[in-house]
Nanobody, 121 residues
Framework: QVQLVESGGGLVQPGGSLRLSCAAS????????MGWYRQAPGKQRELVTT???????NYADSVKGRFTISRDNAKNTVYLQMDSLKPEDTAVYYC???????????????WGQGTQVTVSS
């Protein structure tokens, strides 16, 4: 089992910045890919960004150049730096840990409780 706890959400004006944190209950980054998802009211949850165990990253087109995912292995924490925020970035942001067990063809997914980000003037 893995527990994930997010923090850092809040209200920010358009063009502002926020940094979200996701603390894992144990050291999992060597075998789990970590990701941030978001869900706006009335919309499906969507992938924002991921960082694989090897360190490679990918981003949704809507956040490229504005958001940055990183991790601190010593602190078991993943971060999402969000700059140049727009009203359309308003959503609940969720941290995810994902691992694929190829031998048993099983996926392992763990989720945080979510943190609200509101971008508004």
């Amino acid at each position: 089992q893995v527990q994930l706890v997010e923090s850092g959400g809040g209200l920010v004006q358009p063009g502002g910045s926020l940094r979200l944190s996701c603390a894992a209950s144990r050291n999992i980054f060597s075998i789990y890919a970590m990701g941030w998802y978001r869900q706006a009211p009335g919309k499906q949850r969507e992938l924002v960004t991921t960082i694989r165990s090897g360190g490679s990253t990918n981003y949704a087109d809507s956040v490229k150049g504005r958001f940055t995912i990183s991790r601190d292995n010593a602190k078991n924490t993943v971060y999402l730096q969000m700059d140049s925020l727009k009203p359309e970035d308003t959503a609940v942001y969720y941290c995810n840990a994902h691992r694929r067990d190829s031998y048993y063809a099983r996926d392992y997914d763990y989720w945080g409780q979510g943190t609200q980000v509101t971008v508004s003037s």
